[in-house]
């Protein structure tokens, strides 16, 4: 069984940054895809980004193209993602997600394990 713990999330200003961690159980992190995914207050979750296994394939949704950029650190068991130039509209609780299939996916239901979620809020 995975464990996911996501950290990082907190209040930031509109064009401010906050870098999200997530911290994976086991053994084997270095074999699966990771992905973030966002879920603003009354809406469905939605696809931000996701890496390779190996780190040198990413995806990007177009809402966070060229502000956030996802990472990831094998050795620490950790997927990160920097949030660079945050708006209002990136207000959402962020969830990062595990992917046990061999394509790196964008959509939801391609990931099998989830954190518990942290809570972004950008306001002034």
């Known amino acids: 069984q995975v464990q996911l713990v996501e950290s990082g999330g907190g209040l930031a200003q509109p064009g401010g940054s906050l870098r999200l961690s997530c911290a994976a159980s086991?053994?084997?992190?270095?074999?699966?895809?990771m992905g973030w995914f966002y879920q603003a207050p009354g809406k469905d979750r939605e696809f931000v980004a996701a890496?390779?296994?190996?780190?040198?394939?990413?995806y990007y949704g177009n809402s966070v193209k060229g502000r956030f950029t996802i990472s990831r650190d094998n050795a620490k068991n950790t997927v990160y993602l920097q949030m660079n130039g945050l708006k209002p509209e990136d207000t959402a609780v962020y969830y990062c997600?595990?992917?046990?299939?061999?394509?790196?996916?964008?959509?939801?239901?391609?990931?099998?394990?989830w954190g518990q979620g942290t809570q972004v809020t950008v306001s002034s």
């Open positions: 997600a595990l992917d046990r299939s061999v394509p790196l996916h964008t959509i939801l239901s391609a990931y099998e394990y």
């Open positions: 086991g053994r084997t992190f270095s074999a699966y895809n």
């Open positions: 890496i390779s296994r190996n780190g040198y394939t990413q």
